[in-house]
């Protein structure tokens, strides 16, 4: 080998072994802890993960479907401070309408015991022809409450059988099912609380579906929920609730 080639590879290794030093220099540069170890990603809401909730539905057709889909399950509470419950005697299975114990709160969980047909309008009179309507009930019981108590789940007319438990109650706990909403709002609607950052879901889950609303767009409006005789007032913008007042809105 001559002298010359010699020297060119020299001078060739030399200018690959700088490049590579380089390179590796760079890729350590951008991987260089600046500081407090990994972080974390944030996990940040957004309303639109409400659509993709897909609550589990129930498709009884009559009361023995009914009791094979409910009995011994628990339900939630959907539409809150709407739903009246009665008391229930297992001894005689019989509902008493005559004494309306209050509205099902919101998210409320029920653990139930038996489906029943029941009639709370008085039989017809001698003479009279009426068609005999039956409330499908649902039996259970409620943490917090002694004894046992029912709530319709539909209505029943001869061999006709129409279910509302779908509209007025999950077959999930909510709070998987919305386990994307952040700790402090979960704590203040168990608490039958609106804070101000709730989006219009979140405060009807706190304060019930009995409401009224002004004019304007789903979450940019103002609403005065009922809450069971306490009534709320809670003004929207951008599905984000900026004031919670406790009366009636002027």
């Not at 540069?29 to 996990?43: F, I, L, N, Q, V």
């Not at 057709?61 to 959907?78: F, Q, R, T």
């Not at 001894?91 to 998210?107: I, W």
Request: aromatic residues 10%.
């Amino acid at each position: 080998m001559d002298a010359d080639l010699k020297k060119k590879l020299q001078i060739s290794l030399l200018v690959f072994i700088v490049i590579a030093g380089i390179r590796v220099g760079f890729i350590l540069y951008a991987r260089r802890d600046t500081g407090g170890g990994p972080k974390k990603p944030e996990t940040t809401y957004s309303s639109n993960m409400d659509d993709y909730v897909t609550p589990h539905k129930i498709f009884p057709y009559n009361v023995e479907s009914a009791k094979k889909e409910l009995v011994g399950k628990p339900m939630w509470v959907k539409t809150g401070n709407v739903l009246p419950y009665y008391p229930y005697d297992a001894a005689t299975h019989a509902v008493n309408f005559k004494r309306q114990v209050g509205l099902l709160p919101p998210v409320a969980k029920l653990q139930v015991k038996d489906v029943v047909l029941a009639r709370d309008a008085a039989p017809p009179k001698v003479g009279e022809v009426t068609v005999v309507q039956k409330k499908i009930m649902a039996v259970f019981e409620k943490a917090g409450e002694t004894g046992t108590f029912a709530a319709a789940i539909g209505s029943n007319t001869s061999d006709d059988y129409t279910f509302t438990a779908n509209d007025n109650f999950f077959f999930e706990d909510p709070h998987e099912l919305y386990k994307h909403w952040p700790a402090d709002v979960w704590s203040a609607i168990d608490q039958h609380q609106a804070k101000q950052g709730m989006s219009e879901l979140q405060a009807s889950f706190a304060l019930g579906a009995n409401m009224s609303a002004s004019e304007g767009d789903y979450g940019n409006r103002t609403i005065e929920f009922a809450n069971a005789g306490k009534p709320v007032t809670v003004t929207f913008e951008k599905n984000k609730a900026t004031t919670v007042t406790q009366g009636k809105g002027q």
